[in-house]
């Protein structure tokens, strides 16, 4: 697979479609601030200020949240089970078809 697919879902539903190419060595933080979504990474991607909150809408093939990455997780008003700090979700095949809403704005 040279191509991973990543679809973004907005409040209305309606999903983008995003291609990354397989050796592009980018976390999902990285590729939605590339792709204008309303994402901060504040923290630059350490797990730190929670501003790459997105939801997992679809997609299980995931690495677990590390303990870090659940602290931060943690302290936010509104999460779901789905949640996930984006700059903790690095860009590689085990990623593709995934559906994510961004939660932060």
């Known amino acids: ?10 409040k209305s539903g309606n999903r983008q479609h995003i291609e990354i190419p397989t050796d592009i060595n980018l976390n999902l933080m990285e590729v939605l601030k590339a792709s204008e979504y309303p994402v901060l990474g504040t923290c630059g991607g350490m797990a730190l200020c929670a ?15 590390q303990d870090q990455e659940l602290d931060m997780l943690d302290t936010l008003p509104a999460i ?15 990623i ?9 704005e």
């Open 80 to 94: 779901t089970s789905g949640s996930r700090l984006a700059c903790q979700i690095p860009v590689r095949e085990n």
């Open 1 to 10: 697979m040279d191509i991973i697919n990543i679809f973004v879902e907005d």
């Open 51 to 65: 501003t790459c909150h997105v939801e997992v809408l679809e997609g299980d093939n995931l690495n677990p949240p």
């Open 96 to 104: 593709n078809g995934i559906v994510v809403k961004v939660l932060t």
